[in-house]
Nanobody, 126 residues
Framework: QVQLVESGGGSVQAGGSLRLSCAAS????????MGWFRQAPGKEREGVAA??????TRYIDSVKGRFTISQDAKNILYLQMNSLKPEDTAMYYC?????????????????????WGKGTLVTISS
């Protein structure tokens, strides 16, 4: 089992940037699929981005070209968010699943993953 702790949320104006971080308690770099999800008030949770152990990535259309998911060998997952918009306002969650299948990792953005952090709040003002 892996524990995940997010940080880096905050309040910025539209057009600004934030970088979210997620620290994992276990060695996730080589054996886990990792992802970022978000849930805005009154809306369902949505998968934002996923990355597998080979560095393959997937993004939802609304963040392509603005967000970048990455991870390092110290078991830290990142989400660099640029050109932020008010509609990006949400609680952002880090998640992980134990799969080496890119198909399962990629589809995890819609199906959900096995392990979750408690979230970090991102608020974008216009």
């Amino acid at each position: 089992q892996v524990q995940l702790v997010e940080s880096g949320g905050g309040s910025v104006q539209a057009g600004g940037s934030l970088r979210l971080s997620c620290a994992a308690s276990a060695s996730t770099y080589s054996s886990y699929c990792m992802g970022w999800f978000r849930q805005a008030p009154g809306k369902e949770r949505e998968g934002v981005a996923a990355i597998d152990s080979d560095g393959r990535t997937r993004y939802i259309d609304s963040v392509k070209g603005r967000f970048t998911i990455s991870q390092d060998a110290k078991n830290i997952l990142y989400l660099q968010m640029n050109s932020l918009k008010p509609e990006d306002t949400a609680m952002y969650y880090c998640a992980a699943t134990t799969t080496l299948s890119w198909y399962d990792c990629s589809s995890g953005l819609t199906r959900g993953m096995d392990y979750w952090g408690k979230g970090t709040l991102v608020t974008i003002s216009s």
